[in-house]
């Protein structure tokens, strides 16, 4: 799947990312970069993860899931929250307990422009073939490097800053600043992404009055078909539709399995984020 191997190549790209900042910010003694090395590596975590859960996600229902295995990038992305918090301490340990005496270096400077450099090629390259795929799966994983390059901008101004540290009073550790910012920062989008999902997971049923028109609409004039009611539910990634339909009491099983199989060809052309339709015929 496309998708896939450039998720794959941008994969490869922060894992670099990471290493040469965990690297460099020991070598150096810079802890902000340290901890900002730990965010690329969770970068690297959740590529892995959500191409898994791509893998997983789009297996067609059965009889054991009859809904699909929509849940599963929830559940990857519960995961990547959860293993984000405790990053986060970790972060925070650093921010107290951390020994080293960041003074800088106009090497560090390069190695900071070729790893934002690196950043630069992993946003461009996800920007461009998410729309050029309408892949939801690379949109997230932009959001998600972009937040990075972000933190890398921040941690390249503080190194900056660090160069005029005749001027900062010596109370003021820029360093530490840095770390516990990242650490703050880190808490916030972890305990978002655990709220989010879990409430995913929890409730998945949507009221998208456009997508419902649309279906209403799209299948009007089938013939021998009323619609009587839609159900759609959210499944991360795609959605699920339930129709409540009247047909002709006097219809036989093989009209209703084309007028079904009609129904079903429509509406994925009509949309297709919609892979799980199912028909439940009543009366009145």
Known sequence: MKENRIIAITTIFNLLVAILKLISGIVFSFS???????QSFIDFVTDITSLIANKIGK???????????????????????????????FVLYQFFFFEGE?????????????????????????QYFGKKYKSELMIEAFKESRA??????????????????????????????????????VFYISIKMVVSNIRGLLTNDIENN?????IVFELKDIKGLEVKGVRIINMSTYYSVFLQVKVNENITIRKYLNIEKKVKRRLKSLNKDIRFIDMEPVRG
């Open 210 to 214: 456009e997508i419902r028109e649309d």
């Open 59 to 89: 297996r067609r229902s059965n009889k054991t899931y009859p809904f699909g295995y929509g849940q599963v990038y929830y559940i990857a992305n519960l995961f990547t929250g959860f293993l984000l918090f405790l990053i986060g301490i």
């Open 148 to 185: 990075d390059f972000i933190s890398t901008c921040v941690v390249f101004i503080i190194m900056i800053a660090s160069f005029f540290y005749e001027f900062i009073p010596k109370s003021v550790s820029l360093d530490k600043m840095g770390c516990l910012g990242i650490a703050i920062y």
């Open 102 to 126: 960041f003074v800088p270096n106009i090497d560090l400077v390069f190695i900071l422009l070729i790893i934002m450099i690196l950043k630069s090629v992993v946003l461009i390259i996800l």
């Open 32 to 38: 902000t970069l340290i901890a900002d090395s730990i």
